[in-house]
């Protein structure tokens, strides 16, 4: 850990090392506010102008959630810009490029008020070479509210490294 608190950032840059860290956890992002404009601009991209996400005054009144929440795929599409700020361990293995190949599941555990933080919290659950040059990688991302014990979202991405 740094002065700070903040933990120092662990470098995977082989196979054979990220192949060692499977069931370890990677890191956990910084908190992300997730604001009124944000799911206003998500709603307008996808045309989903449902009123529990985008009419605070009626959301106050008639949701059971007492305001406003973002949608479940902007909670999911969020989890890249999430990882991009993971502190703990990073994989940077000779690549390419990389692909986010797809998702084993994907669960919404608990909605995401507008004005909450949200932080990703990664763990490699499992990894291996699936052809000459391609090494793909299973992660569970669990999307975590601030304050609250049950966490958003719960997902089982895979992503594969194309290597030089």
């Known amino acids: 850990m740094d002065e ?16 060692a860290a499977i069931g370890r956890e990677i890191g956990v992002s910084e908190w ?6 944000r799911v206003d ?6 045309g989903d102008f449902q009123w529990i996400h985008c009419d605070p005054a ?4 008639e949701s059971a959630f007492g305001g406003t929440i973002a949608h479940g795929a902007l909670t999911l599409s969020l989890v890249s ?23 084993n599941k994907v669960r919404f555990v608990s909605p995401v008020p507008v004005g909450s933080r949200i932080r990703l919290r990664q763990t490699l659950a499992d990894a291996k070479l699936v052809k000459p040059g391609v090494f793909e990688m299973q992660f569970k991302e669990t999307v975590e509210v601030e304050g609250k014990e ?13 290597l030089d």
């Open 4 to 19: 700070e608190g903040a933990m120092d950032t662990r470098i995977l840059s082989t196979v054979d090392a990220v192949l």
């Open 32 to 37: 992300l506010l997730i604001e009124q404009s």
């Open 41 to 46: 601009a998500f709603a307008a991209v996808v």
């Open 58 to 61: 009626r959301a106050a009144k």
């Open 81 to 103: 810009t999430l990882r991009e700020d993971l502190r703990g361990t990073r994989i940077e293995l000779n690549a390419k490029m990389g692909v986010l190949y797809g998702y």
């Open 150 to 162: 049950r966490p958003a979202l719960i997902v089982e991405a895979i992503n594969r490294k194309f």
